[in-house]
């Protein structure tokens, strides 16, 4: 079996037109939020960090090294797209998902409420049972910049099991 580990920040700021933020996308579903990710692609940090698990769990490098940041085609890109990459790369190497563990840091939006929904797609995204699957929200306490509203943090632990 492999492990790896993912993860990722983004900066929030107020949504354009006010400020430079991008809508609030997580594990690739749209949340109704003042502030969204400053980023290059749509700033799924969810979906970025479990890209990066998985690569990291393949012993791969990590997504920007696929898909940079100065590359105008990820301008606003759908991060789904490089998760699949991962996927690809994962199946190629035979192996599959085993489980995945993700814990999102943010004062709001709350997780809970729609973590099942969370989880759902991302079961369908990754193809496997949402059993597999669990995704959890904390918030920072209000310190530092996380817990000012400043910043969205995600960490993924990714156990890909080999294809027999
Ligand atoms: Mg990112």
Redesign the pocket.
Known sequence: MRVGHGY?L?RLEPCAPSGRGRPLVLGGLRFDHATGPV?H?D?D?LL?AITDAILGALGMPD?GSFFPDTDAANDGRDSSIFLREALARMRAAKFSVGNIDCTVICESPKIGPRRDEIVAHLAALLSCDAQRINVKGKTHEKVDAVGEGRAIEVHVVALLQPIS
């Open positions: 990722d983004h980023a692609s700033g940090a970025h997504i």
